[in-house]
């Protein structure tokens, strides 16, 4: 069965450095988005993408974040400079259309 | 905006018995409903959905949920729980206006069965 890979699994950096997580989503899914999960709260919706674009994106998503599909596969979220507050379980989700996610097995972030 | 709510945090039962997790959702137009699941370790998987039609659906590994559309809520249940359902559930829910398809989720219920 098709599945999202998220890579790495677990990502440690300093305050302050520039982060990638990056995601292969499910080859011929169209929609991709990011959620993240603070330990023991929910899981949040940060952006969802669409046709080599934003199509929306949640307050949680500054300035700081950025998305990016490189090269026709790969589906990478950037955080430029991190904050102690990122640390989390970031969710990679690609879906075919508006309808059924499919979720990585997640990057655990770690800000210190 | 939309919110959902699980009332349930955690909750613990022995092998065999029932189970029923809460899901309610605030939002008064057309919804799709989701129960995902998540085993230690693992991704986040899909364990039903709701979209239309029969307001009971059925999912994988015996799991069950009724949208009450009077109650907004989308319940999970379970007839029989096993060890090997030992995860956190995580109730989802998509709204018709959405452009991006964002999924809201509740807060997750952390579900521990004793062998």
């Known amino acids: 069965e098709p599945e999202v890979t998220q890579t790495p699994s677990h990502q440690v950096t300093q305050m302050g450095q520039e982060v990638i997580l990056r995601c292969v989503p499910i080859s011929n899914h169209l929609y991709f988005y990011w959620y993240r999960q603070i330990l023991g709260q929910k899981v949040e919706f940060l952006v969802s993408f669409y046709n080599n674009e934003i199509s929306e994106k949640s307050e949680i998503f500054d300035d700081q974040f950025s998305v990016e599909r490189p090269d026709g596969s790969n589906f990478t979220l950037k955080i430029r400079s991190t904050k102690l507050e990122d640390s989390a379980m970031y969710f990679c989700?690609?879906?075919?259309?508006?309808?059924?996610?499919?979720f990585g097995a997640g990057t655990r972030l770690s800000v210190l | 905006a939309q919110s959902v709510s699980q009332h349930n945090h955690h909750v613990i039962l022995s092998e065999a018995a029932s189970l029923e997790l809460g899901c309610n959702y605030s939002y008064g137009g057309t919804v799709n409903l989701f129960w995902y699941v998540q085993y230690p370790g693992q991704h986040l998987q899909l364990l039903l959905k709701?979209?239309?039609?029969?307001?009971l659906v059925k999912g994988i590994k015996g799991f069950e949920a009724e949208f009450i559309k009077s109650k907004f809520s989308f319940n999970l249940r379970k007839p029989s729980v096993q060890w090997s359902d030992t995860a956190e559930y995580f109730c989802?829910?998509?709204?018709?206006?959405?452009?991006?398809?964002?999924?809201?989720f509740g807060g997750g219920t952390r579900l521990m069965v004793k062998p």
């Open positions: 989700a690609s879906s075919e259309s508006k309808n059924i996610q499919y």
């Open positions: 709701y979209f239309s039609g029969d307001p």
């Open positions: 989802a829910v998509w709204t018709s206006n959405n452009a991006g398809n964002m999924l809201t």
